[in-house]
């Protein structure tokens, strides 16, 4: 799929839900648990600091025995986050789930965070569009287009 990933923000909207890094582990875990979602984005001062997921949960923060009330999560936050450009393709974006073993990845422009996209709305776009393509050769075979 040679779409550009900006196709899929469009649709999906930028909402992107970030927190600053001072916030405890605590803090972060349960706004992402207000929110339902599985990665929140570390902001300070506006810039891209890291990213904090259910992953760094269960290995960084359970795994490792650490208090998330007394620690913050700029402490645990994966930092160097791995990014997109907007005109990266949906292909590219899910070699680069399998790739580099991750869920979420923040999409920047000019060094601005334009949005986040998850293997699930990868997932999501792909099936869409083989629905659309079995639905376009079910009406082509079932003579639902001219000739």
């Not at 890094?21 to 570390?42: Q, T």
């Not at 997921?53 to 269960?58: G, K």
């Not at 590219?92 to 399998?98: G, I, P, Q, R, S």
Request: hydrophobic letters at 45%.
């Amino acid at each position: 799929m040679n779409v550009p990933i900006s196709a899929l923000l469009q649709r999906k909207g930028p909402a992107v839900h970030s927190i600053a890094p001072h916030l405890s582990i605590f803090d972060a875990v349960a706004e992402m648990n207000r929110l339902r979602i599985g990665a929140i984005v570390i902001l300070d001062s506006g810039k891209l600091a890291g990213i904090f997921t259910e992953r760094d949960v269960l290995h960084r923060v359970v795994g490792a025995g650490i208090d998330p009330k007394a620690v913050r999560v700029s402490e645990i936050m994966t930092r160097n986050v791995l990014t997109i450009a907007p005109e990266t393709t949906i292909e590219e974006v899910a070699a680069l789930f399998t790739e580099k073993r991750c869920r979420h990845l923040p999409v920047v422009s000019n060094d601005s965070l334009i949005g986040l996209i998850s293997i699930g709305d990868i997932s999501r776009w792909v099936a869409d569009a083989h629905r659309a393509e079995a639905e376009h050769l079910k009406n082509y075979i079932s003579g639902g287009f001219p000739t």
